[in-house]
């Protein structure tokens, strides 16, 4: 409450001499000044998860599809597809008009080349591939799936955000995938201007003017992609405070995610207007590591598990006003064919804390370190780090808790060492909980091991239950293997939900035509 008050009163104590040095450009050179959450270290949406990356990402490049308001996957380079043996062969042609930022046309071949480059960092795309006979360009606007199983989510696969199936040149899309590309050419409706680039200062993205949309109405990232300003400026403001006075002031135009703190203040803002955008938002979670230490012992995760209060975490993330958060949740996105009851109870009837003692002492845990990496300079996973290291100490575990950025949290993860050797137990992490709609694209519920993401969980049950998901054509049977798929995953804790949470964004009412979706994306966007 305290660190509120403070946020609060540091917005309201700024002045107009502690403005912005540097004003809005205004309405003549048509640019929209946008506050992103965070700086950005790469605009590589291949190599890197980030958010801010994947925001930028979706500005520069496109996609073979897009996904609109309700998730659905709808055509967005190709002009569509065709279906052949039974599932296996999918053909797909490019639409017309499509142009690098350079001016050189896209080609199949330069999807396959991109599709093959993200194969290899996506989880989604390491299922394809294991699936795949051959990718092949049969001409310039023609390129073919040949899988030796059907996979009935290839669109939905091809048309996610993060990281994104996005498509380069074909000789940057050869560049290794775990190494960034060299140059940043898209052929988005937005171009990337190097030279005015300040790292974590500015960046700016014009209007592509060679850009040819679709011809249909936008709805998230799928449909006509109409630009209606000529810049786009990303000003990255890390003080919260100072970010809220420069939008109150209309030194800035949207503010991405602002923090809750200050939310009763930008409301009552003359001339900004307060609204969630993202209407999926973020999935919290605190990620075991279940190769090294006690967290690999799935009786120490439940116990987590159910030492940890959802509503805590998300009352402290976001605020008391229930409707930016939903908690408890389990691993499928409510709302959704997914989401379902099974083993809810783990989450929904919470034991006394002398409950957690005794499952606690029936693990056999004897005090031993746990490790936990705790970001302090961003927001959210900080706010809630700190309700589950109180909730992890009180329960009876001997915690380590490391402060540190989120950056050190980056490259420390990817450590399978053990404990005294640098690893880690616990680390917390925000998923896209629009990905969270079915088990082939929930991927952190996954258990394959050492090629899981970060924490690495291992079981081949949930492992077979995902491949016999996919391989289903009964709703009804899928409906069953959601249930078994959710219901092993409280057992094995391959992560802790800490519930699902939706900042809201923050904008001059003279911005109007911001679209709802997953990601802040700029065009329809216009700047009155």
């Keep these: 409450m305290q660190r509120r008050r403070l946020l609060f009163g540091a917005a ?6 502690g403005r912005l040095a540097t004003p809005a450009l205004g309405a003549e050179s048509k640019t929209l000044i946008h506050v992103p959450q965070a700086s950005m270290a790469t605009l590589d949406p291949v190599w890197t998860t980030a958010v801010v990356t994947r925001n930028a990402g979706a500005m520069l490049w496109e996609t073979l599809y897009g996904r609109d308001e309700r998730l659905s996957a709808r055509p967005q380079m190709v002009e569509g597809h065709n279906v052949e043996d039974n599932g296996k062969r999918w053909t797909m042609r490019l639409r017309d008009g499509l142009l690098f930022h350079d001016g050189e046309p896209v080609r199949a071949r330069d999807c396959v080349a991109s599709i093959r480059r993200w194969m290899k960092r996506d989880p989604i795309g390491q299922t394809i591939e294991a699936r795949l006979d051959a990718l092949e360009a049969i001409d310039d606007r023609t390129l073919v799936f040949r899988l030796n199983k059907p996979f009935a989510s290839l669109p939905y696969a091809l048309a996610k955000t993060q990281p ?8 940057l899309a050869l560049t290794d995938p775990y190494r960034q590309v060299p140059e940043i050419i898209g052929s988005g409706p937005f171009r990337w201007v190097a030279d005015e680039y300040v790292p974590g200062s500015r960046a700016v993205f014009a209007k592509f003017d060679r850009y040819s949309p679709r011809n249909e109405p936008a709805s998230f990232c799928a449909g006509g992609y109409r630009v209606l300003v000529d810049r786009v400026e990303w000003r990255f403001i890390p003080d919260a405070a ?3 006075n420069a939008l109150i002031n209309g030194e800035v135009d949207w503010l991405d995610q602002p923090l809750p703190d200050l939310l009763p203040l930008l409301r009552r803002s003359r001339g900004v207007s307060v609204e969630v955008l993202d209407s999926y938002g973020t999935f919290g979670a605190i990620r ?31 605020g008391e006003d229930r409707s930016l958060f939903r908690a408890p949740v389990g691993y499928f996105l409510p709302g959704t064919p997914s989401a379902n009851d099974a083993g ?15 499952m606690l002492a029936d693990t056999g845990y004897a005090g031993e370190r746990i490790v936990l990496m705790h970001p302090t300079d961003q927001s959210f996973y900080h706010a809630m780090t700190s309700v589950v290291a109180a909730s992890l100490r009180e ?18 993860r990817a450590s399978m060492e053990p404990l005294d050797k640098g690893g880690w137990s616990l680390f917390p992490a925000g998923f896209p909980a629009a990905e969270y709609r079915d ?6 519920v996954r258990g394959n091991g050492r090629a899981a993401w970060f924490g690495w969980p291992d079981d081949p049950q949930i492992e077979a239950m995902r491949t016999a998901w996919m391989d289903s054509t009964d709703e009804a049977e899928q409906q069953r293997l959601d249930r078994q798929i959710q219901q092993r995953a409280f057992e094995m804790v391959p992560f802790i939900p800490l519930g699902q949470y939706l900042p809201p964004a923050a904008f001059r009412r003279n911005i109007i035509g911001l679209l709802k979706g997953a990601v802040p994306v700029f065009w329809n966007a216009e700047k009155n």
């Design 164 to 171: 994104t199936p996005v498509i380069m040149p074909e000789r």
């Design 288 to 318: 075991p590591n279940s190769l090294q230490g006690p967290t690999a012992n799935p009786a120490i995760r439940r116990v987590m598990l159910a030492a940890i209060d959802q509503v805590a975490c998300m009352t402290a993330a976001m």
């Design 242 to 244: 100072t970010a809220a």
């Design 344 to 358: 809810m109870e783990a989450v929904r009837n919470r034991p006394s804390l002398a409950e957690v003692k005794r």
């Design 12 to 17: 309201a104590a700024l002045t107009p001499s």
């Design 439 to 444: 088990p082939i694209n929930a991927s952190n």
């Design 395 to 412: 329960a009876g575990f001997n915690l380590d808790e490391q402060s540190m950025d989120w950056g050190t949290v980056v490259q420390r």
